[in-house]
Nanobody, 115 residues
Framework: QVKLVESGGGLAQPGGSLRLSCAAS????????LGWYRQAPGKDREFVAY????????RYADSVQGRFTISRDNGKNTVYLQLNSLNAEDSGVYLC????????WGQGTQVTVSS
């Protein structure tokens, strides 16, 4: 059974940082492309970042380029998203996903950026 469990969300001040984690199980983690989307109330789900299975190739949405960093630890079956220089537009539910034979989703973790 595939499981993706996000953690690390919470309340951050503008300009602050958070580190999100997504612990995975039930599939060959090292073979999967991993990534993050986010969804704010009343808005469509928005791509944030992904990281390839090998070589460490990454891609980011323009809105987070230079502020967010995606990484993975294949030994811990975990993908991370470091969020820096946060602003109110970064608020939303952050969902991790894994592309293997199909796309699997986690339940999400809430990020709120507010002073």
């Amino acid at each position: 059974q595939v499981k993706l469990v996000e953690s690390g969300g919470g309340l951050a001040q503008p300009g602050g940082s958070l580190r999100l984690s997504c612990a995975a199980s039930g599939f060959p983690f090292e073979q999967a492309v991993l990534g993050w989307y986010r969804q704010a109330p009343g808005k469509d789900r928005e791509f944030v970042a992904y990281i390839f299975a090998t070589g460490g190739t990454t891609r980011y949405a323009d809105s987070v380029q230079g502020r967010f960093t995606i990484s993975r630890d294949n030994g811990k079956n975990t993908v991370y998203l470091q969020l820096n220089s946060l602003n109110a537009e970064d608020s939303g539910v952050y969902l991790c996903y894994a592309n293997f034979d199909t796309r699997y989703w986690g339940q999400g973790t809430q990020v709120t950026v507010s002073s």
